[in-house]
């Protein structure tokens, strides 16, 4: 059997499932950013992203600064997507030494500007030999512990969110996003959000990932999709790369926090569904009004 | 200019100068991992290591199972280097569409089975695209403040050690080390380990580091360099990838160390030289009395 064979979720499942965790580990895989014991009032937050040459960015369309935002960026977005701020990076870079420097000077200016930006320490490295570009960053971060959401607290009766807009992310917004830890850490000061996921493989997908890991179904109306210039429904939903918030909030929550923040929050926050119970089903419901049931896909790489 | 036209040392010194660290980061790049504050009593450590399919291992002559022992096996060293005990690792794994998936199990048992034997807990990871396999791990450590060893602490006067024997890591057991970590943990327990590196570049590289960051020189003795099977001491000297600890402690401590612990300790502990003055040197003593420059010289990847 050939990766290609399986797909990336029953792979990543099977490598990881005889991982041996102790007690001090709260959540292991499974969310955006493992958690860990750490004080008395905050957990660590624990991720790792890979940006490859070729697959997550091309020269040409990319520039080194761009590729090295990106790769920091994207793990930035999964602390946020977790309520957490981000604290410590340490960057594997695996360059060809036929490479300019220029382009690894480019590189390390991305991953600073946006590491300066959300108060981030690189604190530590490694160099590798590669033909293509590998650009990995690990990052710690923390939370307080009644901040900390997960993705598997969304309930029945719960409003889902998304922030800014979707689809088209490969036009440009893959390589620029400003990952949302400020927007939820906004939101968190005053709400209680139940479940969140970063938009990385599209809304469908992502939103999916919140249903089976709370048990619940969905609703999502399609006119209430927020769509980036160009994009489509389909864009939105399958796209990927959006690295906006998806996260969900009790009704009553959800009242408050129209009344009294919207406004205060630059990015937009569009309400696009409802959370149903499981035997509802994942559902989309379109400006007819028709009811359909939501595809499963999205961007993975095997 | 190309990267090919920079030392590896530039290289990295030239990217991560920029790097701004606030007050927590108690040292950033430079040592073997990075150390960060914690609780009371302890500091974080935190490092990374890539690994590369044709040039850390290559198949035919590395298992799979191999190749993942050895890539989580290089930041445990690390971890080791600096005191302290290895804890959280996240891992992130580049694979080919076509590759079988029990290359991918191969790598996972690799990590499991040292993640284990150590106490590491796997809490996360990422998967991504590659033609050639890129294993990239990052590991949390912890160390108690006082059992923090750094390599700028040095001392003239202090003897200088290393654990098991050198050269010649080729010819397998860069594929199959057990880092050494409970031999440094053991040692700390009674004993003030002035300044330790993990011999990954070779001993004259990296005692060179443990002189450039403390300001002294060394005598070393050829003849009391141990050599690994089949070793030569230039072999000892240059080739890298050993991964034994390489450590130095006061005379007095030393002598109490050779009294009580060191018939204690399963692995072989060596005598190798004596921290210098600065001014007089890196020096190396032949078993025939004459005394030569150290070639500063190892594996390096540019």
Redesign the interface.
């Known amino acids: 059997?050939?990766?290609?064979?399986?797909s990336?979720i029953d792979?990543?499942r099977?490598?990881?499932k005889?991982?041996?965790?102790?007690k001090?580990?709260i959540k292991?895989?499974g969310d955006d950013?493992?958690v860990?014991k750490y004080?008395r009032d905050k957990y660590?937050l624990?991720?790792?992203?890979?940006t490859?040459e070729g697959?997550?960015f091309d020269f040409g369309k990319a520039t080194p600064f761009q590729a090295g935002w990106k790769a920091l960026g994207r793990n930035i977005s999964d602390i946020g997507a977790m309520g957490g701020v981000p604290?410590?990076a340490?960057?594997?870079?695996?360059?060809?030494?036929?490479?300019?420097?220029?382009v690894?000077?480019g590189i390390?200016?991305g991953?600073?500007s946006i590491?300066?930006r959300f108060?981030v320490?690189?604190?530590?490295?490694?160099?590798?030999?590669?033909?293509?570009i590998?650009i990995?960053v690990?990052l710690?971060g923390e939370v307080e512990k009644k901040k900390l959401v997960l993705r598997s607290g969304a309930k029945t009766g719960d409003v889902i969110f998304v922030t800014g807009s979707l689809g088209r992310s490969i036009k440009g917004k893959h390589l620029n996003f400003i990952p949302r830890v400020n927007e939820a850490r906004r939101i968190l000061k005053n709400f209680k959000i139940n479940s969140m996921i970063d938009i990385s493989d599209g809304l469908a997908l992502d939103l999916n990932r919140i249903l089976k890991a709370s048990c619940v179904g969905a609703h999502v109306y399609e006119s209430a999709i927020p769509l980036s210039k160009d994009a489509s429904v389909n864009n939105a939903l399958y796209d990927g790369e959006d690295y906006e918030l998806l996260f969900t909030m009790s009704a009553k929550e959800a009242r408050q926090f129209y009344r009294t923040i919207l406004k205060k929050i630059d990015t937009p926050v569009s309400l696009i569904g409802e959370i149903t119970a499981k035997k509802d089903g994942y559902k989309i419901i379109g400006e007819d009004g028709k009811i359909e049931d939501m595809k499963i896909k999205g961007y993975l790489?095997?």
Chains 1, 2 share one sequence.
């Not at 005889?18 to 102790?22: E, G, Q, S, Y």
């Not at 624990?46 to 890979?50: G, H």
């Not at 360059?95 to 220029?102: H, L, R």
């Not at 320490?121 to 293509?132: E, L, P, Q, R, T």
Request: neutral net charge; contains cysteine.
């Open positions: 059997m050939k990766i290609k064979d399986i990336e792979l990543i099977r490598l990881s005889n991982f041996h965790l102790d001090t580990v292991g895989s950013a493992a860990i004080t660590l624990y991720t790792c992203d890979m490859i697959v997550h604290k410590y340490v960057v594997s870079l695996a360059i060809s030494p036929g490479q300019k420097v220029s690894a000077d390390c200016k991953l600073k590491a300066d108060g320490n690189i604190v530590g490295g490694d160099m590798s030999v590669s033909k293509n590998v990995d690990s710690i790489h095997f």
